[in-house]
């Protein structure tokens, strides 16, 4: 359903309730997501960022709805992935004379998607667009989380159009945050944040930055996927800083898999030091957990703690993504541990413990392993690792 934000400021977009993964299947979408474009009708007409192409036609809908999309002057194309391009090649044949607004990485990128002879105008940080009463600012924001991201905001309405920034994968039939249930919208922007946006915490923080310095009156923030910030606006843009100086919390994740349940038996001996000891846990068993749910548990906790028992001379299989996303989301304020059950050779331990320090996560105790079926003794040392790294993550 159409909603206007505020005066000639309209949200076309799509919800989408059936999403379930994202990026392909790289990242889960329990909630579903939104694909949100937005439309300005002043003067001049502008679409802001289309939806994904299978939705291309109820966006449509919706502009003819409130104008003719051959009317359009300008489509600003804050960013060129496909959730928010998609549409394009449909919403420029339905508007032929609109000029396409990108910035210099956004019309390169969108060459290279569709090669289509789009009539492009380029814009950096800093240009103005008049459409009359409402002025377009760009501020381009690379690595937020494509080269090619931008904000717009819409000077005389004092609406930020950040696109993925400050987004949430999560439909819901309500349009802005006040409406929608506080901890599902926190649960969804953090895991949006940890999954997608980690790596660049020092470039979100300096955008941020650099976005409060111009002490813009904004009166919402409208992001390209979920809910609009209008009430408190900028709790997210605070949030986010937060997000982005990596103070985990102090509380620890165990990630294992087993084959036996030797290694689930020293996990969860593990959590019982680290609750004696007063440090609150989660335990992924990653052969039935999701990836990118223990990838935002970890996200905040201080500690992580791997167990794996050893196949082929390494680790289960199913370890493999967590220790991959472990190197590529370049988690920052981290420490961590191993244990591992094994029968003969007994590699796993070492092999995790490599891992962590080749991530930068420094160990905070020793690695347990345990021959066959873990004993008595085996299991105290377990939980004796549990305490040591509840020390570490207690520690001032
Ligand atoms: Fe929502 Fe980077 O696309």
Redo the contacts with the bound molecule.
């Keep these: 359903m159409i909603t206007e934000l505020a005066k000639g400021v309209y949200w076309v977009g799509v919800v989408d309730w059936d999403l379930r993964h994202f990026h392909g299947h790289e990242l889960s979408t329990h909630r579903g997501s939104t694909y949100n474009a937005y439309l300005v009708l002043d003067e001049k007409a502008a679409l802001i960022d289309t939806v994904w192409s299978p939705f291309a036609e109820q966006l449509l809908s919706n502009v003819r709805e409130l104008c003719d999309p051959a009317k359009l002057d300008y489509v600003v194309a804050n ?1 060129a ?1 496909v ?2 391009s998609g549409a394009l090649p449909a919403v420029m044949r339905a508007a032929p004379q609109a000029t396409l607004v990108v910035s210099p990485r956004g019309r390169e990128s969108l060459e290279g998607h569709y090669h289509e002879p789009w009539s492009f105008r380029t814009v950096r940080t800093g240009d103005r667009l008049s459409l009359g009463a409402v002025e377009l600012a760009f501020l381009e924001a690379p690595m937020l ?2 080269p090619d991201s931008m904000f717009t905001y819409l000077a005389g309405r004092a609406i930020l159009m950040p696109n ?1 920034a400050f ?1 949430q994968h999560y439909a819901t039939a309500y349009r802005f945050n006040d409406q929608v249930d506080r901890e599902e919208l926190y649960e969804e922007a953090r895991k949006y944040y940890a999954n997608i946006l980690t790596p660049f915490g020092k470039l979100v923080a300096k955008k941020i930055d650099e976005l409060l310095a111009l002490g813009l009156p904004i009166e919402m923030i409208a992001p ?2 979920g809910v609009i910030w209008r009430q408190d606006p900028l709790q997210i843009v605070h949030q986010y800083r937060e997000w982005a100086a990596q103070k985990p919390e102090p509380r620890a994740t165990i990630v294992f898999d087993t084959m036996w349940e030797a290694t689930r038996r020293m996990a969860e001996a593990i959590g019982r030091g680290l609750g004696a000891a007063g440090v609150p846990y989660r335990l992924f068993h990653m052969a039935v957990s999701d990836r990118n749910d223990v990838l935002t548990e970890i996200f905040r906790s201080r500690a992580v703690i791997l167990g794996s028992p050893t196949l082929n001379n390494g680790v289960l299989p199913t370890l493999a993504p967590i220790l991959e996303d472990l190197r590529g989301l370049k988690f920052q304020n981290k420490i961590g541990a191993a244990f591992g059950s094994y029968g003969w050779s007994g590699e796993s331990v070492k092999r995790i413990e490599e891992h962590l320090e080749r991530c930068g996560i420094p160990l905070a105790a020793p690695g347990v392993a345990a021959k066959w079926q873990p004993g008595p003794a085996d299991l105290q040392k377990c939980e004796e690792l549990g305490r040591a790294v509840a020390a570490a993550v207690l520690a001032p």
């Design positions: 960013h992935e959730d928010h989380h494509w993925d987004g390209s996927h």
